[in-house]
């Protein structure tokens, strides 16, 4: 088993960054994805990022694309989501995913094994 534990979030006004931290424990986690998703009450979880655990290489969505990074340390323990130039629109709960085998650039839920708690990310206008 895989525990994911997100920090990070906050509140933060319109043009401001915020960096999410995901610390994984448990069994060490070899599967082919992290990633970040997103949610807002009423809506259904969205993907937002994500990298191939082994190479490095990373994914976006179009509405985070250019603004948002995510990257991991180099002992594969911990994932990052550096949020900048942050709008209203991306208000929301932020969730760590982590895949055994789904394709990092078209992850959905199902393909998620294990998820974190989420931290709220809150934007300001």
């Known amino acids: 088993q895989v ?13 401001g960054s915020l960096r999410l931290s995901c610390s994984t424990s448990g069994r060490t986690f070899s599967g082919t994805a992290m ?5 807002v009450p ?3 979880r969205e993907y937002v990022a ?10 976006y969505s ?3 694309r250019g ?3 995510i990257s991991r340390d180099n002992g594969k323990t911990t994932l990052y989501l550096q949020m900048n130039r942050l709008t209203p629109a991306d208000t ?3 969730y760590c995913a982590a895949s055994s085998d789904g394709a990092p650039a078209f992850l959905m839920p199902p393909d998620i094994d294990y998820w974190g708690q989420g931290t709220q ?5």
Do not use: C, D, M
């Open 3 to 15: 525990q994911l534990v997100e920090s990070g979030g906050g509140l933060v006004q319109t043009g």
């Open 62 to 64: 179009h509405p985070v």
């Open 67 to 69: 603004r948002f990074t």
């Open 42 to 44: 009423g809506k259904e």
């Open 121 to 125: 990310v809150t934007v300001s206008s």
């Open 92 to 94: 929301a709960v932020y």
């Open 50 to 59: 994500a990298i191939n655990w082994s190479s490095g290489n990373a994914y």
């Open 35 to 39: 990633a970040w998703f997103r949610q």
